[in-house]
């Protein structure tokens, strides 16, 4: 868990916004994947999948897929 506390920590003075924020940004508006925003923010993947599973993000994310298919 430490090494989260220190990415935790990093991006959110990188970017001076809230970890849960940033992560909802890159992650459910900007559709990127695990992946790509991780490598965008510097940080491994499973690190950022923590912060995803963390925040509960994942059905946030199905549910805006759900509605962009149905729209």
Not at 9 to 33: F, R
């Amino acid at each position: 868990m430490e090494n989260y506390n220190f990415y935790k920590e990093k991006i959110e003075k990188q970017y001076n916004q809230d970890l849960k924020e940033i992560l909802t940004t890159l992650y459910i508006t900007n559709e990127q994947g695990p992946s790509v925003s991780a490598k965008q923010l510097g940080i491994p993947r499973k690190a950022f999948i923590h912060f995803v599973n963390h925040y509960g993000l994942k059905p946030l994310k199905l549910d805006d897929i759900k509605k962009k298919v149905l729209a």
